[in-house]
C-alpha cells in the first residue's frame, strides 16, 4: 500500500480494511510504504446508538459471541470480527512491514 486508502465508519457500518496474504505464504508480505496513510475515519451522523444496541451486536442468535472469521481460506485473521469498531486487518504469513512515515489508524 503506497497511498492513501481511506474507509468510513459509521453508527450503521463498521468501517473496515483488510490487507491480506496467505498465513501459509512464509515469503510473502504485507507492506505500508514510506509516507502512506490507512485509515478508517468518522463518518458524520445524526444517529446514535445505545450500549444495549452496541452488546447485542456482539451476541448472535444463540446467545454466542459472534466471530466472522474462519473457514477454509488461510488469510484471514483468528482475531475475534467486533462489529462495533472499526477495523484494519493485517495478515501474512511473512514479514508486515510498516515503514517510515507510513500512518495507520481506525477511528
Not at 480494511?17 to 463518518?43: C, K, M, P, Q
Not at 448472535?60 to 484471514?76: C, F, I, P, S, V
Not at 469498531?85 to 507510513?102: D, K, M, N, P, Y
Request: cysteine-free; aromatic content about 2%; overall charge negative.
Amino acid at each position: 500500500q503506497d497511498g492513501v486508502l481511506v474507509a468510513s465508519t459509521d453508527i450503521g457500518a463498521r468501517g473496515a480494511i483488510h490487507l491480506l496474504n496467505r498465513a501459509s505464504d512464509a515469503s510473502g508480505s504485507v507492506v505500508l510504504g514510506e509516507g502512506s496513510v490507512t485509515a478508517v475515519v468518522l463518518e458524520s451522523s445524526a444517529l446514535t446508538g445505545l450500549d444495549g444496541q452496541r452488546d447485542a451486536a456482539l451476541k448472535a442468535l444463540d446467545g454466542q459471541e459472534t466471530n466472522k472469521t474462519g473457514g477454509a481460506y488461510d488469510h484471514l485473521s483468528t482475531v475475534a470480527d467486533r462489529r462495533d469498531l472499526s477495523r484494519i486487518e493485517v495478515v501474512t504469513g511473512g514479514q508486515a512491514l510498516f515503514a517510515g512515515g507510513s500512518t495507520t489508524v481506525a477511528t
